[in-house]
């Protein structure tokens, strides 16, 4: 079964940074596109930023673009959300996905067919 492990998530106030990781012990996540998702309490599932597989394309929701960048690190095969200028409102479990496309990637939910547990992010004073 393809697991993915989120972690790195915490207890953070409000104008800090924090880096969350995402990683599988059975595959190679340069083959697959990864996206980080969030989810409110009380609320949807949310798209934040994806990255397609090698020299595949980079997106990100517009509450993000600027504070928010996703990274890879091939040789740890581990995907990060490096956070910075952290708002209460980016309260909520952190969940990274793996879907089956090459360089491809999509910051909406739909055809993501493998998620990690979450890890939950506060930010607060």
């Known amino acids: 079964q393809f697991q993915l492990v989120e972690s790195g998530g915490g207890l953070v106030q409000p104008g800090g940074s924090l880096r969350l990781s995402c990683t599988s012990s059975?595959?190679?996540?340069?083959?697959?596109?990864i996206g980080w998702f969030r989810q409110a309490p009380g609320k949807e599932r949310e798209g934040l930023a994806c990255?397609?597989?090698?020299?595949?394309?980079?997106q990100y929701d517009d509450s993000v673009t600027g504070r928010f960048t996703i990274s890879r690190d091939h040789t740890k095969n581990t995907v990060y959300l490096e956070m910075n200028s952290l708002r209460a409102e980016d309260t909520g479990v952190y969940y990274c996905?793996?879907?089956?496309?090459?360089?491809?990637?999509?910051?909406?939910?739909?055809?993501?067919?493998?998620w990690g547990q979450g890890t939950q992010v506060t930010v607060s004073s």
């Open positions: 059975q595959f190679t996540l340069d083959t697959y596109a």
């Open positions: 990255s397609g597989g090698i020299g595949g394309i980079k």
């Open positions: 996905a793996a879907g089956s496309w090459a360089q491809y990637c999509t910051i909406v939910p739909v055809g993501y067919n493998h």
